[in-house]
């Protein structure tokens, strides 16, 4: 993350190495330039409208101050870039070891059955809780956080959203939580939390995943010694797939109170994660009392089909796609979408059996469960299979654009709810005009 990327936790026990989602038990500058546009040449024999015809088939002149706006826009993203480079350069030169306990986005996309009626949201910001520690010789007297989440979208521009520097002494936006001071010095090999968090971004960054995203974190001190000074000290790299969701493969502790519960992540959505403790239980926690040793890596979706079985049924689920309607059965708004999940169900008991035994609920965000619409699978309930005999069919579920579902249940009269890790990053956002 960066060099000094230090330890904050005790180290953590890993476990579950093969830990998964499915059948766990649930307890609920280039410079633009243009020509002038070239005058005719003088031909005698060509006459005056000819001219004007030719004159008009020539490319129209950009307007100078097009140009203008252009080229200060250019200039403008170079000297970003030049800064932010010229940050990550002074990073090793810092006086200061950083760790990061947790880095996560949060707010929610906006939502609603067509984009005029989709209800406004406080936007998307990033938090980030840590701890530094000063290996310096000068003694402090001042320190603050200065920085900005940069935003690198499609190569073209950079995006900086700054610090949120409000909130009172109690619960502070962003502070070194232990204030520095003339009565309290920061001094060498001393530790200090800090908490911190963005401005709010327009929801509207729901719509794509930009080419890269990093929270740039500095430390403006004022010592004995040095006076003022500046300390670039991390680039903490964010991933903007957790908007809608993001697949994850790691070992991390749950904060309950005082103790650290070790527990593998499976999932992220803004500040929510689902994580399997040592027990079996799985569940979405928090991001805010999730803490990690190394940053979270993107992992991959779910592989299909997967097989789950309980009492009397075998379930292969064959995959999960997107799509406006099934069967002649459609959302009404331009933001709704079915989730279509093919499955194969087959009797393994030695009679005959009713649907009715089989019930599925699809999680399209976290801890938020949808029936089956009455199509496909939603209107065979009653349907008799007899023994051995399998049935092929489709469950269809209303979802909106922005979201995208994590797991299904498959509850079995009498045996209880199985979990299958449907997700896939192939489901939502659709029609994100960033990412055709």
């Known amino acids: 993350m960066t060099k000094k990327m230090g330890l904050y936790l005790v180290a953590m026990v890993l476990f579950c190495a093969g830990c998964s989602l499915d059948a766990t038990p649930q307890p609920e500058k280039k410079e633009i330039t243009v020509d002038e546009t070239p005058a005719l040449p003088d031909v005698p024999d060509v006459t005056q409208r000819e001219a004007k015809s030719a004159q008009a088939a020539l490319p129209p002149a950009v307007p100078d101050e097009e140009l203008s706006t252009a080229k200060a826009s250019e200039d403008e993203t170079a000297k970003q870039r030049a800064k932010w480079e010229k940050w990550e350069k002074e990073m090793p030169a810092s006086p200061f070891d950083i760790s990061i306990r947790t880095a996560y986005l949060d707010g929610a996309c906006a939502r609603g059955p067509v984009p005029e009626k989709r209800s406004d949201t406080r936007g998307i910001t990033t938090a980030l809780k840590g701890q530094l520690t000063y290996t310096g010789k ?20 950079l995006v900086e959203v700054p610090f949120n520097m409000e909130g009172g002494k109690k619960r502070p ?77 790691a070992q991390v502790q749950l904060i309950e109170g005082e103790k650290f519960v070790p527990a593998a992540a499976h999932a992220a959505r803004f500040n929510q994660m689902l994580v399997t403790t040592l027990d079996g239980t799985t569940q979405w ?29 075998k379930i292969n689920v064959k995959g999960i796609s997107s799509a406006r309607e099934f069967e002649n059965v459609a959302p009404a708004g331009e933001d709704e979408f079915v989730a279509l999940v093919p499955l194969s169900i087959t009797n393994i008991s030695n009679q005959e059996k009713s649907l009715d035994d089989v019930r599925l609920l699809l999680e399209v965000a976290p801890d938020e469960w949808k029936k089956p619409m009455a199509t496909g699978f939603g209107k065979m309930s009653a349907s008799a299979i007899a023994a051995g005999k399998s049935v092929d069919t489709t469950a269809v579920f209303l979802r909106n654009r922005f979201e995208r579902p994590t797991r299904l249940e498959v509850d079995i009269s009498g045996t209880g709810s199985i979990y299958v890790n449907v997700f896939s990053y192939e489901v939502g956002p659709e029609r994100s005009p960033l990412n055709n």
């Open 285 to 313: 926690r928090s991001r805010s009392n999730v803490a990690y040793l190394d940053g979270l890596r993107r992992a991959d979706g779910a592989s299909f089909p997967r097989a789950v079985a309980g009492g009397d049924w």
């Open 138 to 157: 000068d003694l402090l007297m001042e320190a603050s956080l200065e920085g900005a989440l940069v935003i690198d979208v499609h190569g073209t521009h």
């Open 173 to 249: 936006s962003t502070a070194i939580l232990r204030m520095v001071r003339g009565a309290d010095p920061w001094v060498a090999g001393q530790s200090r939390e800090f908490v911190l968090e963005t401005l709010p971004l327009s929801e509207a960054f729901c719509e794509f995943v930009p080419k890269s995203v990093s929270l740039n974190i500095a430390v403006q001190t004022f010592g004995a010694v040095d006076g003022k000074k500046l300390w670039p000290v991390a680039s903490v790299p964010i991933h903007f797939d957790e908007t809608v969701g993001m697949a994850l493969d």
